[in-house]
């Protein structure tokens, strides 16, 4: 049987498109608020983007069916000398809109991670007191359920969806699922790579939770779905999905990544829909990053 993948180019914080309790798993990465090298000055201020993740978190709380999972990679933000506690916000926002905390996984990237922010480099230059700011190798993998999972349901799956959605108990050990701390490479940075200026996260992340959290056949949501990794994981393992994104000049990243031009051979299907709130911001976003490089040279900017 092959799978359907839903994607809205539109504002999340109205799902209207999705039913009451008819997703099975949610995996996300919002907006790293305005994160200077990939979202500058994308909102007014912090309260703004709390704000958003608040309307947002309420509408997830109606889509998600009783007792199902919802995963957020993100990490506390550096915007200007700030540090913003984005982790212990959206755990509160979660919390308030009725969500239960279950866990929380560290994201080690390798040490060589380019992009972060090389504030160690101070303590080099300044070996005294006071001049302690580490390099972050790190996000975080939040992990949210609405209310308790009813084991019955598994009890009254078809045999072979159970039994297709085994986890493979080999691989669980050998890559130490296991552990609060996931050791996996990011997105490299490689010149004309189709997520460049998305800030997307690595197929691994979705693929892993994806296995660990639903079933064969069931309905996975990315409400930012950026330029398309959960829905191409969730159609890789045999799960439909919904994606919903605000910025239209996505629209080619997402076909690209998930192989619109092959689909007539899967049996997959992969409808697209434009709704009115759609935003252009890339092009925008990329020219502002541009200048924030150009400026990024000065010594202490990042700290
Ligand atoms: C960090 S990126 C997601 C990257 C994604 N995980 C990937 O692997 O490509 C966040 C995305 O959320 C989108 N976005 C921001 N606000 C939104 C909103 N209110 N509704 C839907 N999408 C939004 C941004 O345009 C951006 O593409």
């Known amino acids: ?3 359907w993948h839903k994607i809205i180019f539109g504002d999340c914080r109205r799902m209207t498109e999705v039913y009451d309790e008819s997703v099975h798993l949610m995996i996300t990465s919002p907006p790293y608020y305005n994160a200077p090298f990939d979202y500058p000055g994308l909102f007014a201020g912090y309260e703004e983007f709390l704000e958003m993740l608040r309307e947002f ?3 997830l709380y109606r889509v998600l069916a009783p007792g199902r999972i919802a995963v957020f990679v993100t990490d506390d933000m550096l915007v200007d000398g700030e540090k913003y506690p984005v982790v212990a916000d959206i755990t509160s926002i ?3 809109a009725g969500f239960r905390y279950r866990d929380k996984i ?3 990237k390798p040490e060589g991670y380019t992009r972060i922010s090389r504030r160690s480099g101070l303590m080099v230059k300044h070996p005294y007191p006071m001049y302690f700011y580490p390099d972050n190798i790190q996000e975080s993998i939040l992990i949210f359920q609405k209310g308790k999972f009813d084991y019955n349901y598994v009890r009254a799956l078809p045999p072979e969806v159970v039994k297709n959605s085994r986890i493979d108990i080999g691989e669980f ?3 130490r699922w296991f552990l609060t701390v996931w050791e ?9 790579r189709v997520e460049k200026g998305v800030a997307a996260f690595p197929e691994e992340i979705p693929n892993r939770l994806i296995r660990l959290f639903s079933f064969i056949g069931e309905t996975v949501l990315d ?7 959960t829905s191409k994981a969730a159609r890789a393992l045999g799960r439909n999905s919904i994606g919903y994104e605000i910025d239209l ?3 080619s990243v997402i076909k690209q990544k998930l192989n619109c031009d092959q689909l007539s051979l899967s049996g997959d299907q992969v409808e697209i829909l434009v709704r009115s709130d759609a935003k252009r911001l890339r092009t925008d976003l990329q020219r502002r990053v541009a200048k924030q490089k150009s400026v990024a040279g000065k010594p202490r900017r990042g700290v």
Do not use: K
């Open 1 to 3: 049987m092959g799978t």
């Open 57 to 59: 978190s309420r509408e």
């Open 94 to 96: 979660m919390r308030d």
């Open 106 to 108: 560290v994201w080690r």
């Open 173 to 175: 050990q050998r890559a």
């Open 184 to 192: 996996i490479t990011n997105v490299l940075p490689f010149e004309g």
């Open 223 to 229: 409400p930012f779905l950026g330029s398309g990794t």
């Open 249 to 251: 000049e996505l629209l």
